[in-house]
């Protein structure tokens, strides 16, 4: 099985070097990487070039729903068996990543699970709090990730059926293609910036599916600032359109 992993940038330089390092620890056979940049202005596209990833930018920004939506035509007219889109502030493992490729093989869509914080709006079902509350204060260190990753591969836990996701990973196989907006989308093109999720989850044939051994750090808050947390989560307007 070979995968995409489509990463998406727009600044925020300091955060893509964490990722990178980060991916430089995992063994990466049969996963195929690119960036996708909207037009960064703080040397992200110059570090990105010469850091040799495959790479993809473009002269006008045209918003994250359309970087999403070029990772998605790659992946359904290339030879690819999967497509992983991921924010550029996250931290990535080699179970984080190899436990949601896993669920792909039955199941069209998986996400991870990451802190309270990092789940945003789907805290209450993606936020580790739920599943392994021993785990809260060490989740919440980024430095601990690959930590927190280990301890929940020993658990029994596999996967559970979920009503929504947030948009900080997500993977996807090509059962999705029956779910797409049009031929050559995925995402609804209208919707710029966000409210991606929420549109998509309307199409979705079946509800995404939850890796209970899979953490991913999201810093949070680094695309669209969060003006205020309440008790740890995101306390902004319509969260449903933020990931």
Do not use: C
């Not at 918003?63 to 035509?73: D, H, M, P, V």
């Amino acid at each position: 099985m070979k995968t995409l992993l489509a990463i998406t940038t727009y600044n925020q330089l300091k955060y893509t070097k964490l990722l990178i390092e980060s991916l430089r620890s995992i063994n990466l056979t049969g996963i195929d990487i690119i960036f996708i940049d909207d037009v960064s202005t703080d040397g992200t596209v110059k570090y990105l070039k010469e850091s040799k990833y495959l790479f993809n930018s473009r002269e006008i920004p045209k918003g994250l729903t359309e970087s999403w939506n070029i990772a998605y035509r790659m992946f359904k007219n290339k030879n690819y068996d999967n497509l992983i889109i991921a924010n550029n502030d996250i931290l990535l493992s080699q179970g984080s990543l190899n436990e949601m490729i896993s669920l792909l093989k039955t199941n069209s869509f998986v996400v991870p699970l990451s802190t309270k914080k990092g789940a945003g709006h789907n805290w209450k079902e993606q936020g580790i709090d739920k599943y392994y509350p021993n785990l809260i204060n060490a989740a919440a260190d980024h430095k601990k990730f690959k930590l927190v990753q280990k301890q929940i591969e020993k658990s029994k836990k596999s996967s559970i059926k979920i009503s929504n996701f947030n948009g900080f990973i997500f993977g996807l196989n090509k059962k999705v293609t029956a779910s797409e907006f049009n031929s050559n989308n995925l995402f609804d093109p209208k919707l710029t910036n966000v409210g991606q999720e929420t549109d998509l989850q309307q199409r979705l044939k079946e509800p995404p599916t939850l890796a209970l051994k899979s953490f991913v750090f999201h810093f949070k808050g680094v695309s669209f600032p969060i003006k205020g947390l309440k008790n740890g989560k995101d306390v902004r307007q319509n969260l449903n359109l933020y990931h």
